[in-house]
Nanobody
Framework: QVQLVESGGGSVQAGGSLRLSCAAS????????MGWFRQAPGKEREGVAA????????YYADPVKGRFTISQDNAKKTLYLQMNSLKPEDTAMYYC????????????????????WGQGTQVTVSS
């Protein structure tokens, strides 16, 4: 059974940093696409970052480019999101998600194809 458990959220002031973690279990991590998503109150869930399988590729949404870094430790089956220079507009519930790659490009998968989701971790950035 696929399970994703996020951690690392919290409350920080603008300009601060947080590192989110997503512990995965129940599947072979190296064969699944993984990404980070967020949902602010009253807004739709949106993609933040995604990582390719073994090729060093990554996708970042425009609002987080240059500030967030996605990485993965396959040995620990953990996905990370390092968030620097946080802004109040980054405030949201952050989710990690996984989807069997089946040969598809992980950095271009639309949000609606992701099958497995964690419960989310709240990030609050105050000005």
């Amino acid at each position: 059974q696929v399970q994703l458990v996020e951690s690392g959220g919290g409350s920080v002031q603008a300009g601060g940093s947080l590192r989110l973690s997503c512990a995965a279990s129940g599947y072979t991590v190296s064969t699944y696409c993984m990404g980070w998503f967020r949902q602010a109150p009253g807004k739709e869930r949106e993609g933040v970052a995604a990582i390719g399988i073994g090729d060093g590729s990554a996708y970042y949404a425009d609002p987080v480019k240059g500030r967030f870094t996605i990485s993965q430790d396959n040995a620990k089956k953990t996905l990370y999101l390092q968030m620097n220079s946080l802004k109040p507009e980054d405030t949201a519930m952050y989710y990690c998600a996984a989807e069997r790659s089946s040969g598809r490009s992980c950095i271009s998968l639309p949000i609606y194809v992701y099958e497995y989701w964690g419960q989310g971790t709240q990030v609050t950035v105050s000005s």
